[in-house]
């Protein structure tokens, strides 16, 4: 009895070493296709045990890296449904190997190929690529995108013998239906949000006095207060406009960020009497308009009326939680308000007849607002990449990371803009790197003419620069 046992013990053992060995060479199988290298495709061990473990190798594969690549991750289901459409896709391209070469055996063999690739190209497409500086990005995933396609032609041209236009129509029907995956990252995590914070600030404040309908119609007259005070600018002179938007009254950092932010524009860059700030915030909303996007919209277009628009520059400057769909939390619970999206800002700057911005956004995945603000008479510096989280937005901060970086400690040097936000990059980078930390990539787009309006200014704030600073 003890004699058998051992021997279906000792056939286990033999299988797992056999399967995992097989799985190496698949896997290895799969890096010379990589490398178009001929006769991959012999040695490939097509199974149906093999198939599993393989699929399970880039299911875990996607768990770790993903897992490594998100702050404060959460387990996602949607991970799943990915793998699983992908699946249905290469069972489907499979299907038609099948029916294009008269053997079924293929199907089998297709799938293990397929999934001894799929890895590498996930390690490569989620690791390797976002490390490259944003100026070859691009270039980066073109290359990556055409090379994948030669990868499936590579592949179908040894399934099908060689024949290269049946080759090339399968490689392209095979890219085809995996377009719709192209941004949809796969991962199995997303970035939690402590929705503790978000109840510490409410939790001991008494909201039944606030009066929703009270709160909507006082925005006339706080409105009023904050843009009456606004000074025109001077003709001849290149005057500098800032607007402050303090949008998620969650967390009390959004709402000193403006402040701080706007005491330096008033003292450090001239911006004295021409200043204005919009804040959600328990602690505010009976003396500041709420940051709303119909009163930034408000403010802008009042802002576009008393500045010479030829010659003035508006300052705008953002602060908020920001989604992956590149969404700003506009938050003032209980009020329902909409959150604001890179369109809108271009809508209300455009309508103000805005014409030289400098606009900084302080947000998770601000990146994203660049592409539609982006234009020769813009400065456009974002706290993080598109797929990226940026840090700070604590309850108890003074300051996000990318507010504190850029104006926590202004010297009285004269102002240089791109020199400026330049450093307050390099800060971040080397605080996240020391707290390792995700970078968070801040994105930094400069028109040109913008450049050389910037010259302008800063000549003018020094010229000025009595008169600009006689209240500080």
Known sequence: MDLYAGIAKESKQSTLVRESQSLIQNLFCG??????????????????????????????????????????????????????????????????????????????????????????????????LPQLPDDYLETGYTIYAVWSFLVCFFLALQLLDFHKIRAFLLAVFWMSATYPLVNMPFSFWYEDFDYSN???????????????????????????????????????????????????????????????????????????????????????????????????????SHVGGKMNREEDVVFLYLTSHGSSDHELSVNMWPLELNDVRPEDIKAYLDDAGIRWRIILISACYSGGFIDALRDDHSLILTAAAADKASFGCTHENEYTYFGEALFRSLDDRPYQFIENFSEAIEKIRQRELSENLTPSEPQLFIGDSMREKLKLLEQDMVRYAPERFAAY
Do not use: C
Request: charged share 15%; glycine share 6%.
């Open 198 to 300: 978000v109840m510490d600030a409410y939790s001991n404040a008494d909201l039944s006095y606030i009066n929703q309908e009270d709160v909507y119609y006082s925005q006339y007259r706080l409105l009023n207060n904050a843009l009456s005070a606004v000074e025109p600018g001077k003709e001849g002179v290149t005057d500098l406009f800032f607007v402050g938007f303090g949008s998620d009254a969650a967390q009390d950092v959004f709402m000193r960020e403006v402040g701080h932010v706007q005491r330096a524009m008033n003292k450090n860059l001239g911006a004295s009497g021409r200043s204005v700030v919009l804040i959600n915030n328990l602690k505010t909303i009976d003396t500041t308009p709420l940051a709303s996007a119909s009163n930034l919209r408000i403010a802008l």
């Open 31 to 128: 890096i010379r296709l990589l490398g178009f290298r001929r006769n991959a495709i012999a040695q490939a061990i097509a199974t149906h045990n093999q198939l599993a473990l393989l699929v399970v190798f880039y299911s875990l594969t996607a768990l770790a890296i993903s897992y490594s690549l998100t702050s404060e991750p959460t387990f996602d289901l949607f991970g799943l449904s990915y793998l699983g459409v992908e699946l249905l896709i290469v069972l489907m391209v499979g299907f038609v190997v099948t029916k294009v070469t008269h053997n079924r055996d293929h199907l089998l063999l297709f799938l293990v190929l397929a999934y001894s690739v799929l890895p590498f190209l996930y390690l490569i497409s989620f690791v390797a």
